[in-house]
């Protein structure tokens, strides 16, 4: 079930993306791909703190996405190193920028949710995050362009395959 759900989450943030960059004037194309995610982990107390971290989702060259499979410890520190060690990420939420973090290398490769993450700065808290809004972070800055509303069609069109994906999942 974990790999249909996150197979599920790939196509919806590109879905999200393609919409995004199609409605937005681009500063310059993002390489990298993730989302803010709301992790917790036990603090010195045995309690449950919850964090912010970002989930790398894929990294985009030319019209190409590659989402690499999730490395061995070792690779993980590579990856890191290169795109997390305080790496600036601009955050997107329902079309707008949110805001940016900055990614922090984790102390202890994360194993629990099997992805490619690791904690995150910001001078203005995140958390909770809302429900049904996906945050997503890239790169580069993008630009929002101003655009005519969308149609009721296009807003049923959208909503059914929604639907659609949910059913399928068994959501």
Known sequence: ?????????????????????????????PNTIMVLQERSAVDSRGEPAP????????????????????????????????FFKNNRYF???????AGTVNAVIPEKT?????SLEA??????PLLPLPE???????????KSASRKPLTEEVLDIVDGLARAAFVKEGL
């Open 91 to 97: 955050l997107w939420r329902s079309d707008a920028e």
């Open 132 to 142: 049904l809004d996906l945050v997503i972070a890239t790169d580069q800055p993008l």
């Open 51 to 82: 964090f912010a971290a970002l989930e790398f989702v894929s990294q985009v060259r030319g019209e190409q996405f590659r989402n690499p499979p999730l490395p061995s410890e070792t690779e993980y520190r590579i990856f890191a190193e290169n």
């Open 110 to 114: 994360p194993s629990l949710y099997g």
């Open 1 to 29: 079930m974990t790999g249909s759900i996150d197979g599920w989450l790939s196509r919806v943030v590109l879905g999200f993306i393609g919409l995004l960059v199609s409605s937005t004037a681009v500063w310059a194309a």
């Open 119 to 124: 904690p995150v700065r910001s001078e203005k």
